[in-house]
């Protein structure tokens, strides 16, 4: 935190002469005083330093030969305002000026005072100074001038000796007291409280770094920057193979990586040369591969943020790596310059200390279970695996190849909500990863884990494109919250497990069908299988409540008859005059073949069945389809279900086969039942009016839209050729006289 405290200051390297005073053992890039003995406070502490200070009698500009003005700063405060040019402004003001002090004005609300408080004139001279006494409204920062270093040593040598003190310690405005006690003049520079920031406690420290807006990038090295693997299956074998153990890949993977040499000595109680295993590792460094990508991604890391490298590997081997991947100017931890490495949390921590950054802007990098815990315990914001899918890791990355640090860091914060209510919904502490599984222009799927359980986060996109307007309209994501929330769990047929909706995000919490086939080829075996199950489903529900599933929206009616005179001047050079004329009727009658469909008894309807919205449990004897995507569900007849699945998933030319058998199928398992038989005409008369329906409504929706701004630029000219075979070999355009009869 140093560095941040001396480049706010904003220092003229060629005048301005500064030092650390400090009795901590740490290395600084700064000119330090180091103090070995106790001081009475922090007046001595400048005394001391100003008497140790190095002078160079040979350098007519040193402070040697010459008496200077002096600039007292808390290690503790860092300065988002040019603090030198206040003083600078105030030494040239007035020579009867002899100190200065930075204030703020504190807020009323304050309890127990903390600072040294001043009381001035209105015109900003200083009255009277106290320490933890709020003798007037001014609180100090800990930024104290003095026009003379001479002085200052002189009359603070005066008050160490007279043991002037406050509260029994030597404090700067001790020193000040006396200044004025003498006559001097002292004045106030007073500047806003958010001009500068107290990290003189972990509590402040931690505001002040958690505002930072650059991030940190935490690298493991061995297995997640390079591929370490073969060298050091090498060097343990040379160590250990001596003493009986046969060491190859699995024994390496297994026991020894991710721990440092001192762990491996404690693990087999054997001592461990390091300098020999660093030897034989060294000589085999040239199998050493770079993990694609990561020396790339690291210096783009650099460019947005900082980077360290944080490893349980000696600072010989590791500085040997470095070396090969080019990046050998990186701040390097290694397991010398901790007491216990990984998965204790110095590393780490240590790391965060070394770069002044709150653990809430770090990510981690790592390939093992030992790092991840090193990461999570040093509370780390993200953890990220490499070449390793670890569990309760925040992302995964197979390799750095495509990655771009700040589109990952915008992926992570996008889902951290997510995380944070899907631990509170199921009690425990779970992830979502910002990995998109699956998901289409309505929702997106990422994946998450809760314990054991691997989970789906199905939750609506913000944007969905060119397909935006009728998304809206249709409620899609709201419906498919309604239908897991109180349909699934009393569904006959298999659903994606739903473990609830996320009240904030609305987000959708399911079970990973992963672990699942996607279904197989639309044919007659599976689709049998699929038409059976969804007939359970429709009988299940037929006549009963349902809910805030039992509207059908007039859009999808209003919608076709503003575009289809659009539709059908785009397509017609497509679709045959014939089947426009078919087209022609099933829009001229569409609100009546609405009606029909929805005249009671209905049932609930999948809305949007195909064979890419089903997973295929192979398990189960002869294959179990599993029912996803349930946007459209709503009330109709049932028959709607098995019309839209020809349309989306048969082939032109197997499909009037097909067609007549499932249909057929379809009636006869409702039948089985509900046992009510449906008449060949009703039923000749419902199959016109699910073609007329959702299926013609679709084609109209996609078939009037820029085909180049889909994600499948083909699926309106392949969808349209297909729904036209439908209508060919299915729409009765005599189904209006049957209703009538």
Excluded at 34 to 50: C, I, K
Excluded at 509 to 535: H, T
């Amino acid at each position: 935190m140093i560095d941040r405290v001396v480049d706010a200051l904003r220092l003229e390297k060629c005048s301005d002469e500064y030092l650390i005073a400090t009795n901590f053992p740490e290395v600084f890039k700064h000119p330090v005083i180091r103090l070995d003995q106790t001081t009475s406070g922090a007046a001595e502490t400048a005394l001391l330093t100003l008497k140790r200070r190095v002078r160079d009698p040979g350098n007519e500009n040193s402070t040697f030969f010459k008496d200077s003005s002096l600039l007292l700063l808390d290690c503790d405060a860092i300065y988002h305002c040019d603090v030198i040019s206040k003083f600078r402004e105030l030494e040239n003001s007035s020579s009867d000026t002899k100190a200065g002090v930075i204030c703020f004005r504190e807020p009323e609300n304050k309890s127990k005072p903390k600072y040294s408080y001043v009381d001035i004139t209105a015109t900003g001279a200083v009255l009277k100074i106290a320490e933890k006494e709020r003798v007037g409204p001014l609180a100090n920062t800990g930024a104290y001038w003095f026009a003379s270093c001479k002085e200052f040593e002189e009359i603070t040598s005066h008050v160490i000796a007279h043991g002037d003190f406050q509260l029994g310690e030597a404090y700067v405005s001790c020193v000040l007291r006396e200044y004025l006690a003498r006559g001097a003049g002292v004045r106030a520079v007073i500047i806003s409280e958010d001009e500068y920031s107290n990290i003189g406690t972990p509590e402040c420290l931690e505001k002040y770094l958690s505002k930072q807006e650059d991030y940190a990038f935490l690298f493991d090295l061995d297995g997640t920057l390079v591929d370490t693997t073969t060298a050091y299956v090498e060097a343990w074998k040379q160590l250990l193979a001596p003493r009986g153990a046969h060491v190859d890949e699995d024994f390496f993977v297994r026991h020894i990586s991710g721990l440092s040499d001192s762990q491996v000595s404690e693990k087999f109680k054997i001592p461990v040369s390091s300098s020999e295993k660093d030897e034989y590792f060294i000589k085999n460094i040239s199998s050493v591969i770079e993990i694609p990508g990561a020396a790339a991604f690291v210096r783009k890391c650099q460019q947005i943020g900082l980077v360290h490298v944080v490893t349980n590997s000696n600072q010989q081997a590791a500085m040997a790596l470095l070396d090969r991947l080019g990046l050998n100017d990186l701040p390097l931890l290694t397991a010398q310059d901790v007491r216990i490495g990984k998965p204790n949390p110095e590393p780490y921590s240590k790391a965060m200390r070394t770069l002044g950054v709150s653990p809430t802007k770090c990510l981690v990098f790592e390939d093992s279970r030992g790092g991840m815990i090193s990461g999570r315990a040093a509370r780390a914001q993200y953890v990220i695996a490499v070449n390793n899918n670890l569990k309760n890791c925040d992302a995964f990355l197979s390799d750095f190849n495509g990655v771009d640090p700040a589109e990952l860091i915008d992926s992570l914060v996008s889902v951290s909500h997510l995380s944070e209510e899907l631990s509170e919904l199921l009690g425990q502490k779970s992830t979502v990863y910002p990995i998109r599984a699956s998901g289409g222009y309505i929702s997106e799927i990422l994946s998450a884990s809760s314990g054991s359980r691997n989970l789906v986060i199905k939750q609506e996109n913000n944007d969905h494109g060119v397909l935006q307007e009728v998304s809206e309209y249709l409620n899609l994501h709201d419906t498919e919250c309604i239908f897991y929330r109180d349909f699934a769990s009393i569904s006959p047929i298999r659903t994606p497990t739903c473990y609830g909706v996320l009240p904030k995000s609305h987000a959708i919490v399911m079970e990973d069908l992963r672990q699942y086939d996607r279904a197989p080829e639309f044919a007659l075996d599976s689709g049998l299988k699929v038409v059976r199950s969804i007939a359970k489903f429709h009988s299940h529900f037929r006549g009963a409540p349902l809910g805030g599933l039992s509207t059908h929206s007039a859009y999808m009616r209003t919608h076709v008859l503003d575009n289809y005179p659009k539709f059908k001047a785009k397509w017609l050079g497509t679709v045959s005059e014939e089947t426009f004329e078919l087209f022609d009727h099933a829009v001229k009658y569409y609100e009546d073949a609405e009606v029909h469909l929805l005249t009671p008894p209905h049932t609930l309807l999948h809305g949007d069945l195909k064979f890419p919205n089903l997973f295929w449990d192979n398990d189960v004897s002869g294959g179990e389809p599993i029912f996803i995507d349930w946007q459209y569900a709503g009330p109709g007849k049932g028959i709607e279900d098995i019309i839209f699945l020809l349309v989306e998933s048969c082939d032109a030319s197997d499909f009037q086969s097909l067609a007549d058998t499932l249909i057929m199928a379809y009636y006869n398992e409702v039948q089985k039942y509900e046992e009510v038989e449906v008449p060949a005409v009703e039923r000749r008369a419902q199959v016109s009016c699910a073609l007329a329906g959702f299926p013609l409504f679709v084609a109209v929706w996609f078939g009037c839209i820029d085909a180049n701004r889909l994600s499948e630029s083909n699926f309106p000219f392949l969808y349209i050729l297909r729904l036209a075979n439908a209508f060919a070999n299915l729409y009765d355009v005599d189904w209006v006289q049957y209703k009538l009869q």
